[in-house]
């Protein structure tokens, strides 16, 4: 399956990054696998990354997993959010239409699900507790020497040295994963990593399919979150397992950047602060230092089906992004209410927030004026606290 192998550094980290801001939202998840096979011949990464791009692809994949999560202490919480006690599901990906993947949750106390999509380069998240769905294009692939072109083990090479400039890596550690021989390399981020302490990545030496992937955060050296395959096959999987779509009344958030009218009346991407201002119909927070950190980017989104705003400061998994929207008819007064997790209280000026704090990062929303707030990070609570009372 080559779209799972060739995938780009700058698609692989946007995912990566995706894949972090729905951790800290509640939605995300890490791969892990394990078991008693034999374990490859050692070797350098650069050949082993390249043994893996030269593999054979497979027809498919499906597997079953088991999900758990310790990424937040449920005992500090009010309620109970049925994927904080763990979950069951499945995983497809297929070689079609530019590369599938699907990933089902089942929350074992509620059956509430999650569900994660993606088809090329869109995707496509649904959380069943909250009845949210994020959904965003992920960033173009870049025209790395021609499509199918396998690098040399010199460019890979390369690549390591250069990436080596900002991210600790590993070499291919020779593995045993789901009983089967794979190689696993942790990376680690040289500055600005928040609170994420590293990252493991492994595949199987035969044919290069990834199956074990792991986050641990700087604090903890057991993962934050895993999910297991219990049971895995390389065969095709049938198209009609990737036609899903979300419930109807399941509210959305846009996260591509939104068109707004240009000044000939031409569709154009609202970024700046001047632009976004003018497309919002609220009044737009974007101070140019927020905690300490200066303002990097302001650019429009859609949210449940409007123009909203986001707005970040800093650079690295350390940074802080605040999305921006109009609050819904009496949404001051509704927070909080929504799926089954009562978040603790803080008091954000003259209004209340609620903050979810985890092993990774930290959220805060709350409502004032007509417009609603998340502030969200890598970072400590106090510093999405302080984020929020600059705004």
């Not at 509210?251 to 001047?274: M, R, W, Y």
Request: proline share 7%; aromatic share 4%; net charge negative.
């Amino acid at each position: 399956m080559n779209f799972l192998r060739r995938i780009s550094t700058r698609r692989l980290l946007s995912i990566c990054a995706l894949a972090l801001v729905l951790v800290i939202g509640g939605t995300a998840v890490a791969l892990a696998t394990s078991g008693g096979g034999p374990k490859p011949p050692a070797k350098p990464l650069a050949n082993a990354v390249h043994d893996a791009l030269e593999a054979p692809s497979v027809p498919g994949i499906s597997a079953e997993v088991h999900f758990t999560n310790n990424l937040i202490d449920a005992s500090s919480l009010e309620g109970k959010d049925p994927i904080l006690a763990g979950a069951t599901g499945r995983l497809w990906a297929s070689p079609a239409g530019g590369g599938k993947l699907r990933l089902e949750l089942q929350a074992e106390e509620s059956g509430n699900d999650s569900q994660v999509l993606i088809e090329g380069s869109h995707f496509q998240v649904y959380d069943g507790t909250s009845e949210t769905v994020y959904e965003g294009t992920l960033p173009e692939e870049e025209d790395e020497g021609g499509e199918g072109a396998i690098p040399s083990i010199a460019k890979i090479q390369q690549e390591i040295d250069h990436l080596g400039k900002h991210v600790e890596l590993s070499g291919a550690i020779p593995s045993d994963v789901a009983g089967k021989a794979a190689y696993t390399v942790q990376a680690a981020p040289s500055h600005d990593g928040g609170l994420l302490g590293r990252v493991e990545l492994a595949w199987d030496a035969i044919n290069g399919i990834p199956l074990r992937a792991a986050v641990y955060s700087s604090e903890s050296s057991s993962p934050v979150l895993e999910l297991e395959a219990t049971g895995v096959s390389f065969e095709s999987v049938s198209e009609s397992v990737f036609d899903i779509s979300p419930p109807a009344e399941a509210k959305v958030i846009d996260l591509s950047p939104a068109e707004v009218k240009g000044p000939h009346g031409n569709p154009t991407k609202a970024v700046g602060a001047a632009a976004v201002g003018a497309a919002v119909d609220f009044p737009l927070a974007a101070p140019q230092s927020l905690a300490g950190l200066p303002q990097s980017e302001v650019r429009a989104i859609e949210v449940d089906g409007k123009t909203a705003a986001l707005v970040t400061y800093g650079k690295g998994l350390g940074g802080i992004a605040v999305i921006e929207s109009k609050s819904e008819p009496a949404g001051e007064e509704a927070g909080g209410e929504e799926g089954e997790l009562g978040l603790p209280k803080v008091v954000i000026g003259d209004v209340k927030g609620e903050e979810l704090d985890t092993a990774l990062g930290s959220a805060l929303r709350f409502s004032r004026e007509g417009v609603d707030y998340i502030v969200i990070g890598s970072v400590p609570p106090a510093a999405v606290e302080a984020a929020a009372r600059g705004l």
